[in-house]
């Protein structure tokens, strides 16, 4: 009797994932509710669970792209042998439906020793030795890119899309000949030159995240009239509150009191006054968003993720505070969920964490901008006519120029400057 595994619930807007990661061997003992893998989207990234105790016969391997319902393991609650042999038996089928080449016998005997036995076979999921097997291919001649140098289904797919033209280089039509060009590669020099990596180069397979980010920023550019304004905040009155109040606001709240709600705050303030900057574009049509839900970028150990402090309007500064520090939390651990990371009206990036003293943010689609925050440093200030020394961070607002004007754009950071430099004027909501 045997369990199967699928691939877990996808979020509504998410159509494939990526095998991220095993916590269990192939053909080992799990126990249930214990981790098991772990899939990534580009959003999230989702757990699985071992639903039985048993032995866990894996369906595909690290870094297969799922689609939703597909079965990526089984758990029998016997020895695990009742689910290996159905795999073998599929083998063998396989074998006997591929053509038989010039020297049946010789060559039967090579594609068994190719997809059973060998070294290089090892690790390697049942989808990817089936291809492998349909298509003879030698895996000597496939440079992995999943974890650890493993195959995965990509490198045989790529392998293949490459393949006609191999055949058309070398005049190769029959099968026999596929075969003997994917044993032993015919290719000439310069083409191998020319598709081999440097020995300098490690390769490594973009993640779900990576390649979604990549896309969804190379949109906007393509799509939006992206325009940034520049402008200067005078610290000191913020860092003095800090400096005032720190240890009886973590007394009383248990948290820190940070920079990021003062500009949470302030940018809520803000879009009240512009709503305009608030707003996103659908069609021929502008949607006024009658809530303030800020986007809070945080860096992850899979990257930049932006989750949302909902109805931040209704937030004290505590509870701006305790929010981000839960969602930094979750960001670090990968345990984001999709509710998170989406419907966020506004965001506030945060360079100067990094030491960035001046950029130009994109958006984050289909917001209309984006608030980028920078390291604060001690420059000359001139304030009632004499030159003193302040702590000054630059201020930039990328902004949709299609949605919005450059007044309006202009004013809103105007009006975030003014509540940071006066502070009361949060508190007062000014």
Same mark, same amino acid.
Do not use: C
């Given at each position: 009797m045997?369990?199967?595994?699928?691939?877990p619930?996808?979020?509504?807007?998410?159509?494939?994932?990526?095998?991220l990661?095993?916590?269990?061997?192939?053909?080992?003992?799990?126990?249930?509710?214990?981790?098991?893998?772990?899939?990534?989207?580009?959003?999230?990234?989702?757990?699985?669970?071992?639903?039985?105790?048993?032995?866990?016969?894996?369906?595909v391997?690290?870094?297969?792209?799922?689609?939703?319902?597909? $079965?990526?393991? @089984?758990?029998? =609650?016997?020895?695990?042998?009742?689910?290996? %042999? #159905?795999?073998?038996?599929? /083998? *063998? +089928?396989?074998?006997?439906?591929?053509?038989?080449?010039?020297?049946?016998?010789?060559?039967e005997?090579?594609?068994?020793?190719l997809?059973?036995?060998?070294?290089?076979?090892?690790?390697?999921?049942?989808?990817?030795?089936?291809?492998?097997?349909?298509?003879?291919?030698?895996?000597k001649n496939?440079?992995?890119?999943?974890?650890?140098g493993?195959?995965?289904?990509?490198?045989?797919?790529?392998?293949?899309?490459?393949?006609?033209?191999?055949?058309?280089? $070398?005049?190769? @039509?029959?099968? =026999?000949?596929?075969?003997?060009?994917?044993? %032993? #590669?015919?290719?000439?020099? /310069? *083409? +191998?030159?020319?598709?081999?990596?440097?020995?300098?180069?490690?390769?490594?397979?973009?993640?779900?995240?990576?390649?979604?980010?990549?896309?969804?920023l190379?949109?906007?550019?393509?799509?939006?009239?992206?325009?940034?304004?520049?402008?200067?905040?005078?610290?000191?009155?913020?860092?003095?509150?800090?400096s005032?109040?720190?240890?009886?606001?973590?007394?009383?709240?248990?948290?820190?009191?940070?920079?990021?709600?003062f500009?949470?705050?302030?940018?809520?303030?803000?879009?009240?006054?512009?709503?305009?900057?608030?707003?996103?574009?659908?069609?021929?049509?502008?949607?006024?968003? *009658?809530?303030?839900?800020?986007?809070?970028?945080?860096?992850?150990?899979?990257g930049?993720?932006?989750p949302?402090?909902?109805?931040?309007?209704?937030?004290?500064?505590?509870?701006?505070?305790?929010?981000?520090?839960?969602?930094?939390?979750?960001?670090?651990?990968?345990?984001?969920?999709y509710?998170?990371?989406?419907?966020?009206?506004f965001?506030i990036?945060?360079?100067?964490?990094?030491?960035?003293?001046?950029?130009?943010?994109?958006?984050?689609?289909?917001?209309?901008?984006?608030?980028?925050?920078h390291?604060?440093?001690?420059?000359?200030?001139?304030?009632?006519?004499?030159?003193?020394?302040?702590?000054?961070?630059?201020?930039?607002?990328?902004?949709?120029?299609r949605?919005?004007?450059?007044?309006?754009?202009?004013?809103?950071?105007?009006?975030?400057?003014?509540?940071?430099?006066?502070?009361?004027?949060?508190?007062?909501?000014?």
């Amino acid at each position: 009797m045997s369990t199967s595994i699928k691939t877990p619930e996808l979020p509504e807007s998410v159509d494939e994932a990526t095998l991220l990661t095993w916590h269990a061997e192939p053909n080992s003992s799990v126990s249930r509710d214990d981790k098991i893998a772990d899939v990534e989207t580009d959003k999230i990234v989702l757990e699985v669970f071992a639903p039985v105790d048993g032995t866990l016969v894996t369906k595909v391997a690290e870094g297969d792209t799922l689609k939703r319902g597909d $079965l990526i393991a @089984e758990i029998s =609650e016997s020895d695990g042998k009742e689910d290996s %042999a #159905p795999v073998e038996k599929s /083998e *063998e +089928k396989a074998e006997t439906e591929t053509p038989a080449p010039s020297k049946p016998v010789e060559r039967e005997e090579n594609v068994e020793d190719l997809s059973i036995s060998g070294e290089e076979l090892k690790g390697l999921s049942p989808s990817v030795r089936k291809l492998m097997q349909e298509n003879h291919i030698h895996p000597k001649n496939l440079k992995g890119t999943g974890k650890n140098g493993r195959i995965i289904r990509q490198d045989v797919q790529r392998y293949l899309d490459e393949m006609p033209e191999a055949k058309k280089n $070398l005049g190769l @039509e029959s099968p =026999e000949r596929v075969l003997d060009l994917s044993v %032993a #590669p015919q290719s000439s020099p /310069e *083409e +191998k030159t020319e598709k081999k990596d440097p020995p300098y180069v490690r390769r490594v397979q973009m993640t779900q995240l990576r390649s979604r980010v990549a896309t969804r920023l190379k949109e906007v550019q393509s799509t939006a009239a992206l325009l940034t304004t520049f402008n200067e905040v005078n610290m000191k009155p913020v860092m003095d509150i800090r400096s005032k109040y720190k240890d009886r606001f973590l007394q009383d709240y248990g948290v820190k009191l940070g920079f990021m709600s003062f500009f949470v705050k302030a940018s809520v303030e803000a879009l009240k006054k512009y709503p305009i900057v608030n707003a996103q574009m659908d069609g021929k049509d502008i949607l006024y968003q *009658e809530a303030y839900h800020v986007g809070v970028a945080v860096d992850s150990p899979r990257g930049l993720v932006v989750p949302v402090l909902r109805n931040a309007e209704e937030m004290s500064f505590a509870d701006v505070e305790k929010e981000i520090r839960v969602l930094a939390g979750k960001a670090k651990e990968a345990k984001l969920a999709y509710e998170d990371l989406i419907g966020g009206t506004f965001t506030i990036t945060n360079g100067g964490v990094f030491g960035s003293m001046l950029s130009t943010p994109i958006l984050n689609a289909p917001q209309s901008a984006i608030l980028g925050m920078h390291t604060i440093q001690e420059r000359a200030w001139v304030e009632n006519g004499e030159v003193v020394v302040r702590p000054v961070m630059y201020l930039a607002l990328t902004y949709d120029h299609r949605l919005i004007d450059g007044r309006d754009a202009v004013q809103f950071l105007v009006s975030i400057k003014e509540s940071l430099e006066d502070p009361a004027q949060l508190m007062l909501q000014l």
